[in-house]
T-cell receptor, first 113, second 114 residues
Framework: AQSVTQLGSHVSVSEGALVLLRCNYS??????LFWYVQYPNQGLQLLLKYTSAATLVKGINGFEAEFKKSETSFHLTKPSAHMSDAAEYFCAVSDSGYSTLTFGKGTMLLVSP | EADIYQTPRYLVIGTGKKITLECSQTMGHDKMYWYQQDPGMELHLIHYSYGVNSTEKGDLSSESTVSRIRTEHFPLTLESARPSHTSQYLC?????????????FGAGSRLTVL
């Protein structure tokens, strides 16, 4: 069985500061890993995905994530936060490209001026 | 521009009423899903479908039912709504094959049962 743990239900940063959202996973097989973002009153959108190619994955809006097998982590980063990045971010794992996703509880990113 | 549409976006209804949440997608995706989302909780998969006439229960037990008569349409029904059904329901679809876990989500239907 797979699981995802997102550390911190809320993360606050100032505009221009580094964004770091943490995700640790548990999987019995090499995982497929995803970050989704949910803006207020909208559905989730795919930010980026890791599917056993390069360990550093670049996504939309300047976000990237690094797969670290030894730490079972897939943390999401962005060098400089914008006000428009304020949203809820969900990490997800699956055990193949065909199976359903297991989501974490989400981390709300708050960006202050 | 949304390719997957959910109606209603918001619904407040009394206990015991029957409700249907509609979900339609224009991408021709075979696989469709319903997730339940509550604040501070994981998204829980409650139903999914591989295609027409296929429906499966997800990880979280739900009193709702679904049907898949047409590829583009995947409605969710609650025969008798209860306050415990108050939640946000997200519909999603995915491409076939190895892209099956790259999901496109609708904007959600927020249900409140009084």
């Amino acid at each position: 069985a797979q699981s995802v743990t997102q550390l911190g239900s809320h993360v606050s940063v100032s505009e221009g500061a580094l964004v770091l959202l943490r995700c640790n996973y548990s999987s019995s097989v090499p995982p497929y890993l995803f970050w989704y973002v949910q803006y207020p009153n909208q559905g989730l959108q795919l930010l980026l995905k890791y599917t056993s190619a390069a360990t550093l994955v670049k996504g939309i809006n300047g976000f990237e994530a690094e797969f670290k097998k030894s730490e079972t982590s897939f943390h999401l980063t962005k060098p400089s936060a914008h006000m428009s990045d304020a949203a809820e971010y969900f990490c997800a794992v699956s055990d193949s490209g065909y199976s359903t996703l297991t989501f974490g509880k989400g981390t709300m990113l708050l960006v202050s001026p | 521009e949304a390719d997957i549409y959910q109606t209603p976006r918001y619904l407040v209804i009394g206990t015991g009423k029957k409700i249907t949440l509609e979900c339609s997608q224009t991408m021709g995706h075979d696989k469709m899903y319903w997730y339940q989302q509550d604040p501070g909780m994981e998204l829980h998969l409650i139903h999914y479908s591989y295609g027409v006439n296929s429906t499966e229960k997800g990880d979280l037990s739900s009193e709702s039912t679904v049907s898949r008569i047409r590829t583009e349409h995947f409605p969710l029904t609650l025969e008798s709504a209860r306050p415990s059904h108050t939640s946000q329901y997200l519909c999603a679809s995915s491409e076939p094959g190895a892209g099956a876990n790259v999901l496109t989500f609708g904007a959600g239907s927020r249900l409140t049962v009084l």
